[in-house]
């Protein structure tokens, strides 16, 4: 397959994209274990900056707060499990949570909180797949790939303004 990346700056610090063909298949925070690697190439494929332009607009609307939907092509390598774990978090809308226990009673069975939440912590398409979306069940910030202020930062790009949201303050 014809495996290529590129590297996207972000208010999140550097993003590496990958995809085969025209599908996205990986977005990475560089700089957390078990993400990009040091040699990209070597994993990744060559560096083609210019084939990324949709992807770079998309998430250069998201952080601006002008995107509240991805639409990017995906090809998701994984388990059967797991795609269908990422597919449930891909349905999340902007501005909304779910819980690990949540999706697990959508899979139809509310024993596999913690098969989800190792899923989750796999997905290889970080922002788009919103996994920053999934809390524990109490509605606590829990494990999250680019670290928890990452987290607490995309929860609050999404959060609406105080009056949308019925709050006075």
Known sequence: MDTKHTVIESPLGRLTAVAEGDRLTGLHFEDRENEAPEAPEAVFGPRVDTDFRETRRQLDEYFAGERTRFDLPLTFHGDDFDKRVWN???????????????????????????????????????????????????????????????KRYLLRLEEPPAEEAGRLF
């Not at 819980?99 to 139809?108: D, I, K, N, T, V």
């Not at 069975?109 to 999934?134: D, I, W």
């Open 88 to 150: 449930l978090i891909a349905g999340i809308g902007y501005g909304e949570t779910r819980s690990y226990g949540r999706l697990a009673e959508q899979l139809g069975n509310p024993g596999l909180a913690r098969a989800v939440g190792a899923a989750t912590g796999r997905n290889p398409v970080v922002v788009v797949v919103p996994c920053h979306r999934v809390l524990g069940a109490d509605g606590s910030l829990t494990g999250f790939g680019g670290g928890l202020d990452r």
